[in-house]
């Protein structure tokens, strides 16, 4: 199939500590499907995604115009391959780490993951969102 995109996509920071260890990676495929639900696709090849389990408190923060250079931290490697967290400014909150300064941030508990039918393999994360706060800077979308 043809490379088809309907959408802009976000640069979404989706990270979490977890038995002593950072995990963060870039989820593209995000949205909001109620005032305080969202969903993300997490592909089978995410160590992040590996290590999300329902009832987790995870991290998501829309980056920033000005946060391209996180987007390719936690986007380059696995997070059992390198600290991704190193040069990053970031807060911990319970489990879910958030990136400072990013247009939003959201701490989201783990509703359910789901398989799809074609894309079994993957991980539709459904969440709760517990709280967010919002910096007024504008989102960075991904448009090609």
Known sequence: ?????????????????????????????????????IVMLIGAQSVTGKNISKGDIIGVSVLSRRQEDVMNTLGDNHSDEVDKFKALDYTLIDSAILINNASVNMVVEVIDILHLSGIEEDNLVYGLIKSYTRSGEPMLTINS
Do not use: H, P
């Not at 309907?6 to 640069?11: C, D, H, I, R």
């Not at 990270?15 to 639900?37: E, F, H, P």
């Open 1 to 37: 199939m043809e490379e088809f995109r309907a959408f802009n996509y976000g640069a979404n920071a989706v990270c979490l500590m977890k038995n002593g260890r950072k995990y963060g990676m870039i989820c593209s495929w995000a949205t909001q499907v109620d005032y305080d639900k």
